[in-house]
């Protein structure tokens, strides 16, 4: 993996107690000054302009939204906030993303400006209202000023300024209230006094995305004079170019310059068609002494060889050998879940404007302050010289977020070596095809579990050890000295590690080998496998045990009513303690993942061909107070499916060090056809919001996994499920 921050990041520095501890509250008061967004510049005097707030004389409240917006409905969320403190109207309501600025726009959770880890609406909960609110008071006053009567007299409502015989809408404020101070404190309302917050809001940006409309995504990215570039790669990891002739290419129409960067070898020309074409015609030879060229099986055979070699401590507690030795029965498992691409399906792409002092980009990014400095850094001039147009993402799972911010480190190369090699500054837009991203990584770590768990005679858990192996997404990356301690690296360990089953005696050790290839986050990211055992072990325990699956995880659940709560709750409606169907067999997971606490319970049928077909989930979700349910329902839905796909047939697989894979057809992302009904059901709360975005992935796997064990006897342990003719 390339490092391309050789300097401090540009802003402050995020903590492993901020990446680990994300229950903390959300920023308090409102920040004012820093970069306005476009519009506010564009707008004058006449607008009242804040960070988080913009209302223009046409009477039009633009919410800036932080946060990338690549498909979870953080925009929406985000602008039900400020309507709802500020009284406006939702059709008044329009969103634009923020400047890329980490003194005022940073994730209060990481302390750079990024979207991940659920946290959209966790980090913004009290900031954004206290925003709208603030905004409202100053219209108030503004309204009481103008009409002569006290602040008390003027009530406000779906965008409207009242006091007696006079009215004026927010628009004809707006000029007035930028004029009055800013409140040093608000009131936000209570919880019954809501009107917006708990119900549920059309996503702002569907119509725009229904009829098609260009500009929003970065793919539709076409400043003017914009050119194309694609990059030929290496088709082992770690291999470079030893020499191109690139003399065909340079011959095609539309081609503009052929270049060699440390990532491939580039063709910059008129049009993605023609660049995509003249790619094919390059000769490269490329240099393979310091590429992977293991395949998965031998990878796969090194990592089994280290499940019985004891690796660092990630867990000590209690005597989890001790309780074994002395168990009544013990259940013993390893586990294999392979490496997964995330396949978004709007190809990575990244547009750079550099004139040789000053850069502009515009595409998904998903952590602004790493893109930013990775910009600067890259290119070589201040922080302040770089301007980032973040843009809508379509999917992102992970993929978006790039520890390292190798998209933009790319793009800024090719932007660089385009002025080195014309002297002609031009915006340069960067375009994978869905084949360069599936073929050339990065993908969710290839990862190992061996667990031995043990009951005693009153069938209850006793003892738990635990072994993991896989590489660490974090090692080798800046975050490695935040969230990786004592070697481990927290992301390959979470929900396992911090489980709140009652699980006093046990022991949890990590090896995180080398490989060459590259790993990131993947939606829900060490949760998708760490669920998937914690689960499948906690159902086969309760067989050895001889209880019933919930009656067993709510037993060892007695320190988290939450999650218990959920637990219920989709045992109930689900009816698990109804007979099922004929040739229906049920299933049920529990877990808790970025604050937020799911179960599932699965209903699936093997059909004749042996397959599986997941006909229904219910889910019970507890993520505090539901901003906006109906969104809520639409990202279980969503982080089920993208879980379910996971483990039925896709795998990345190598051979000799080269993928296997390229694009939809052979990397088998979940079908129509295998998309089961799904039933979601909240959990009312009043506790502070938390994740949604990933949440529904882990317990998926594990809650279809225990209904097929129980239609078939066979637990699988080795993933995905098409290894054993279920899928």
């Not at 988080?52 to 939204?65: G, R």
């Not at 003017?224 to 065909?248: H, K, N, Q």
């Amino acid at each position: 993996m390339l490092h391309y921050l050789d300097t401090a990041l540009a802003a402050p520095r995020p903590s492993r107690r901020a990446f680990l501890k994300l229950s903390a509250g959300a920023v308090g008061g409102l920040l004012l000054g820093g970069a306005l967004p476009r519009a506010a510049q564009a707008m004058g005097d006449d607008a009242l302009a804040q960070p988080f707030v913009h209302i223009t004389p046409d009477n039009v409240v633009t919410v800036l939204v932080k946060h990338q917006d690549m498909g979870q409905g953080a925009a929406t969320g985000l602008a039900t906030l400020v309507a709802e403190e500020l009284d406006a109207s939702p059709d008044q309501i329009a969103v634009e993303f923020a400047p890329s600025n980490p003194q005022v726009y940073a994730n209060s959770l990481f302390g750079v400006q990024g979207t991940g880890g659920s946290t959209a609406m966790r980090n913004s909960f009290t900031q954004y209202r206290e925003a709208g609110a603030s905004a409202r008071a100053m219209l108030v006053a503004a309204a009481a000023q103008a009409w002569g009567v006290a602040p008390e007299a003027v009530t406000v409502a779906d965008g409207t300024l009242s006091s007696g015989a006079n009215s004026a809408s927010f628009g004809d404020m707006a000029s007035a209230a930028a004029a009055q101070p800013v409140p040093e404190a608000v009131t936000l309302k209570r919880a019954d006094q809501w009107r917006l917050i708990g119900k549920d809001m059309a996503r702002v940006e569907i119509p725009a995305k229904t009829r098609g409309s260009v500009g929003l995504f970065g793919m539709d990215a076409k400043p003017e004079g914009a050119l194309i570039a694609v990059t030929a790669r290496p088709p082992r990891f770690g291999a470079t170019v030893a020499s191109v002739d690139a003399e065909a290419a340079r011959a095609m129409p539309g081609v503009q310059a052929v270049l060699t960067i440390p990532q491939g070898v580039v063709v910059v020309a008129d049009n993605t068609w023609r660049a995509m074409q003249a790619r094919d015609a390059l000769e490269i030879e490329w240099d393979m002494s310091g590429a992977e060229t293991r395949g998965t099986e031998e990878i796969t055979a090194e990592f089994e060889a280290l499940l019985d070699q004891p690796g660092l401590p990630a867990v000590a507690r209690g005597d989890a050998a001790g309780k074994l030795a002395g168990a009544a029965q013990v259940v013993e498992a390893r586990y294999h879940f392979p490496y997964l691409a995330h396949a978004p399906m709007e190809p990575l792409n990244m547009t750079v404007l550099f004139d040789g002092e000053r850069a502009t980009l515009w595409g998904g990014s998903q952590i602004q302050t790493i893109d930013h400095n990775v910009a600067a850094g890259v290119l070589g001039i201040p922080f302040e010289n770089v301007a980032i147009n973040t843009m809508w993402g379509g999917g992102s799972f992970g993929r978006r977020a790039t520890a390292d911010g190798h998209l933009v480190a790319e793009a800024a190369t090719i932007a660089a070596a385009w002025l080195g090699e014309t002297g002609r500054p031009a915006p340069i837009k960067l375009v994978y095809t869905r084949e360069d991203d599936i073929k050339g990584g990065y993908y969710r770590p290839l990862t190992l579990h061996k667990v031995r768990a043990g009951v005693d005679a009153e069938g209850n858990i006793a003892g738990w050890a635990h072994r993991v192996v896989g590489q660490g997404i974090m090692i080798g990356t800046p975050f490695e000295e935040f969230l990786v301690k004592d070697g481990v690296d927290h992301s390959s360990v979470e929900g396992a590690a911090d489980t709140t089953y009652s699980l006093p005696d046990m022991a949890m050790d990590v090896h995180h080998p080398s490989a060459g290839v590259p790993v990131l986050w993947w939606r829900a990211v060490g949760h998708t496998h760490t669920a998937y055992v914690m689960e499948t072990m906690m159902d086969a325990l309760a067989e050895a045990a001889g209880r019933d699956p919930v009656e067993f995880r709510l037993a060892h659940l007695g320190d988290d009513p939450r999650l218990a709560g959920v637990l219920r709750l989709a045992a109930e409606k689900g009816g698990w303690d109804s007979p099922a169907p004929e040739g229906i067999h049920r299933g049920v997971a529990v877990h808790k993942s970025f604050e937020s606490y799911v179960a599932e319970v699965a209903e699936v049928r093997i059909r004749e061909d042996g397959t599986v077909k997941v006909e229904k989930v219910t889910c019970a979700v507890d993520c505090g107070v539901a901003i906006n349910p109906d969104n809520i329902v639409a990202q279980i839905e969503g982080g089920l499916a993208y879980g379910l796909s996971g483990i039925l047939r896709e795998e990345i697989t190598m051979t000799d060090g080269a993928v296997d894979q390229s694009n939809y057809p052979d990397y088998a992302a979940l079908r129509i056809a295998d998309m089961p009904r799904v039933e979601v059901h909240i959990v009312p709360s009043t506790e502070g919001p938390s994740g949604v975005g990933e949440p529904g992935t882990p317990p998926i796997g594990p809650a279809v996994a225990n209904a097929v064990a129980r239609a078939t006897g066979q637990r699988i342990t080795v993933l995905p499920f098409s290894k054993h003719g279920l899928a």
